[in-house]
């Protein structure tokens, strides 16, 4: 039993004012309007990390290889998901292999050591190494080279857990294309691959139809139930990807593999999902559904939930969609009252969406969730609001509201069927209470949920 | 291969040791890392981060300010939030990569300091190293700086008492803090301070005019040490488990008796904070028992839960075959000296197999897959973090064996 007293002992919290780390949109740089200095992180988790991500590759398994700083966070995260445990170990790294120098050796022996004793052979074994082996260079093509040769039966992935060193790709980028490293190229047939979702596309969307009509089998890296459906990827002819941070992955499938690259991002506003749609018509000769007839259908939702919400007050944050001001524009071209995003950066599909909100709704407020004043600014605006409904875990922890939308990048929303979805979603919540404190502190949200 | 671990976990490091130990206290505390120690911490190792805000930061490090030792961007984020936040001190400790390059906290520290006027400590830790240490650099080095000056000496019987080494890594918010505190004002004791959930850093301030210290985890040790030797208060380390173990722990507070359960003289040395930072570089691989079988095995991070323990199973259950396992090897040598030292995941499955029973955070129940039944749930937060924290008992006082009766021992 949790002792209140315990978890909440009387200490008195600094006040500060919110300037820094809030800005109304009508003063917003982009794509940075805050400046962040030393970082504040959320209780609020259910966004993916790299320790959940490779859990997506059936029969894989993880094996940090890194400090025990960084190994704390992974394997209780690993330890946290159904059945995680069994499909993660670790090598620790200590200052004696830095002394000795014997990088290369002791993860050779190190991850041998775990294969040989695991209970089954798994099929493929996603390496990670930290900051600290690549500050010193240790020689990856050594090391997968000899555990190839040694276990030729396994594909091995080299994995990076190297945040100090992202001057290139962000862990989570890279992280997502080195999830596909080990799709092979294979004789073409009339398939796609959904790549690197962390949430399976919504099978009753318009894309889908729109590709099962036009004879097209889909592999969705997201819902891939054996490896040989993991494997079977490479005999796709497109990678068909929904998030900015998915583009490194999809570049590099279209160089090893040969694959397509189609760029289609999540959006909300009508013109964005109709182009979108066209340009998969477009490129892989598909018939357009009646764009019309859905957009019918989504403005007359919209116009239910209006009347259901009124005025009340609504955040967005950024964990919930990656396009967090597209929702925001659609949402107040509606009429609706959204005050506050929280996001941190303007990811670039956002950037028209900014700089019309900028023009149109000036007083749209940014919020950052990572700035230092974020820990110390009340969570208060429920008691100054009233109701507050927020899109996202992060809006709702840091409103305190326990009436959101509960998703986590898109959650496989996608199309006008994913906004009818998101507008349901949005009138339930609005409707019934969440237990809002156990569900933002999942990690992962989607492993469990 | 000493170093694989196929099913365990690690132990909270030394920098969540620190935040830890300090949170509740009005400091900054900063994690010098590029991401990632924060939200592990936050998510795994503190139960206050839902509910209580405190200013515990990740620095942000990137990778040319690593290349170029540049610490100017730090100084400069500081400055930022103290002049906002106005935090009482500034603490600073780091992760693997900044001490690879040898970066110099205590020189951060003092820059830190001269800039913004208030005090800050820079602990030398390094991300490998167990919270024991860093949790109890913490609590030594606060107390340094902010200990005042006692009005009164030490007396006997005592009546006056500090709790050393209270953290949610080891007591979890589940009960034990409350009830060490009450075990203290219920018996005649005025509880002086507590080191540190639930105490205000003007309470904490006034402990040294306690008569005793009653260290209840490795992380207070230091601490005793030092205030034994600077203000002659005596120290007592366990805990009060079960009825006889409680009598008996709150007899040895009043005698001020230094020898109970540990038996120490309190004229040990002072523990080396920096030898405990030198240690985890030799993996502990050898047997530490011999062959024949055992009765109970516990296996613990904190040396003090493991003697307590000890203690209490011989009080309340009459078993005296009972080995004691600690993976941790930065423990403070004085309160291991009774206590077996092994690290590698194959080193301790040896010494499971001859234990009849184990009592172990539930993670080293994986150790011997289809003998689950053997081993009897211990969580630890340190070890565990939040995931095991609805089984974590109420350890501690006169009523401890009600867990592990109802767990069937």
């Known amino acids: ?449 | 291969m000493k170093q694989a671990q196929q099913v365990l976990s690690t132990y909270a490091v030394d920098v969540f040791g620190i935040a830890s130990a300090l949170y509740e206290l009005g400091g900054l505390i900063i994690m010098h890392d590029a991401s990632g120690c924060n939200s592990t911490y936050n998510t795994h190792d503190e139960p206050r981060w839902y509910d209580l805000p405190a200013m515990v930061y990740i620095s942000g490090l990137n990778e040319a300010d690593t290349i170029y030792g540049n610490d100017q961007r730090l100084i400069d984020n500081i400055a930022e939030v103290v002049d906002a936040g106005k935090p009482t001190f500034i603490a600073i400790g780091g992760s693997p990569m900044p001490n690879a390059i040898g970066t110099d906290y205590k020189a951060i520290a003092q820059m830190a300091s001269r800039r913004t006027g208030i005090p800050a400590f820079g602990f030398r830790t390094d991300g490998i190293h167990s919270y024991l240490p860093g949790a109890g650099a913490a609590f030594l080095t606060y107390a340094k700086e902010f200990l005042q000056a006692p009005q009164k000496k030490p007396q006997q019987p005592a009546r006056r008492v500090n709790l050393l080494g209270l953290t949610p890594l080891d007591f979890s918010v589940v009960g034990n803090a409350t009830t060490l505190k009450n075990l203290i004002t219920e018996n005649g004791f005025i509880l002086q301070s507590s080191w540190a959930m639930g105490e205000s850093p003007e309470g904490l301030a006034q402990a040294a005019n306690a008569d005793v210290n009653a260290v209840v985890s490795a992380t207070g040790f230091y601490l005793a040490q030092y205030m034994q030797e600077a203000y002659g208060i005596p120290y007592v380390c366990g805990l009060p488990m079960g009825k006889k173990g409680t009598a008996g722990w709150l007899q040895a507070l009043r005698d001020g008796d230094t020898s109970y359960l540990t038996g120490l003289t309190g004229k040990e040395k002072p523990a080396r904070l920096n030898r405990a930072l030198t240690k985890l570089d030799a993996w502990k691989v050898e047997q530490v028992y011999d062959d024949t079988p055992c009765d109970v095995l516990l296996i613990n991070g904190e040396p003090l839960q493991l003697l307590s323990m000890r203690q209490f199973l011989a009080d309340e259950y009459g078993l005296h075959d009972v080995r004691l396992l600690c993976p941790l090897a930065d423990a403070p040598e004085p309160l291991t000296t009774q206590i077996e030292t092994a690290c590698s995941e194959e080193a301790i499955r040896r010494e499971c197999r001859k234990a009849r029973r184990i009592i172990a955070d539930p993670i080293y129940a994986r150790l011997l897959p289809g003998e689950e039944k053997k081993f009897l749930s211990f969580p630890h937060e340190a070890y565990s973090g939040r995931h095991y924290r609805d089984d974590l008992p109420l350890f501690v006082g006169p009523d401890a064996r009600k867990w592990l009766d109802e767990k069937g021992f």
């Open chain 1, 1 to 449: 039993m949790i002792y209140e007293n315990e978890i909440r002992p009387r200490v008195l919290i600094p006040k500060v004012s919110p300037a820094g780390a809030e800005t109304d949109i009508g003063h917003a740089s982009f794509p940075e309007p805050f400046h962040i200095g030393l970082q504040y992180s959320s209780p609020a988790r259910g966004h993916w990390t790299i320790a959940h991500s490779p859990m997506l590759i059936p029969e894989c398994h993880e094996i940090y290889v890194c400090y025990a700083c960084c190994l704390h966070g992974v394997v209780l995260s690993a330890d946290e998901v159904p059945d995680g445990a069994g499909r993660f170990s670790m090598v620790t790294l200590t200052n004696e292999n830095i002394l000795k120098g014997n990088l290369e050796e002791m993860m050779i022996d190190g991850i041998s050591d775990i294969i040989d004793h695991l209970p089954e052979r798994p099929r493929c074994v996603e390496g990670f190494t930290s900051c600290m082996q690549h500050f010193l260079h240790i020689d990856l093509k050594l090391v997968y080279g000899t555990l190839r040769k040694k276990y030729p039966d396994i594909d091995f992935i080299d994995g990076y857990m190297i945040p100090t060193l992202q001057h290139r790709f962000s862990p989570d980028v890279l992280g997502r294309r080195q999830l596909t490293r080990a799709i092979q190229k294979q004789p073409r047939k009339k398939a796609v691959n959904f790549v690197v979702n962390y949430f399976p596309v919504d099978p009753e969307c318009e894309l889908v139809t729109m590709l099962q009509a036009g004879g097209y089998t889909i592999h969705d890296f997201a819902a891939c139930p054996t490896y040989d459906e993991y494997k079977a990827m490479g005999e796709s002819i497109a990678n068909i990807y929904f998030h900015e941070n998915a583009r490194p992955a999809a570049l590099d499938m279209e160089k090893r593999l040969e694959q397509t690259p189609l760029y289609i991002p999540y959006a909300f506003c009508y013109d964005e999902i109709r182009a979108h749609l066209q340009e998969a018509a477009d490129c892989l000769q598909l018939s357009m559904p009646d764009t019309d007839a859905y957009e019918a259908r989504c403005e007359a939702a919209l116009e239910r939930l209006h009347d259901e919400v009124g005025n009340t007050h609504m955040s967005i944050d950024y964990t919930a969609t990656p396009r967090p001001l597209n929702l925001a524009r659609l949402l107040l071209t509606h009429g609706f009252n959204v005050y506050a995003v929280y996001l941190d950066t303007v990811l670039a599909d956002d950037k028209d969406d900014f700089y019309f909100l900028q023009e149109h709704y000036p007083e749209l407020q940014l919020r950052s969730t990572m700035h230092f004043k974020r820990s110390l600014l009340p969570r208060d605006d429920t008691r100054r609001y009233g109701k507050v409904l927020a899109i996202g875990q992060m809006a709702a922890y840091f409103t305190d509201s326990n009436y959101f939308v509960n998703i986590v990048e898109n959650s496989g929303l996608y199309g006008y069927t994913g906004l009818l979805k998101l507008i349901s979603l949005t009138s339930e919540a609005f409707k019934e209470e969440k237990d809002m404190r156990r569900i933002v502190q999942i990690k992962a949200w989607g492993c469990h949920g």
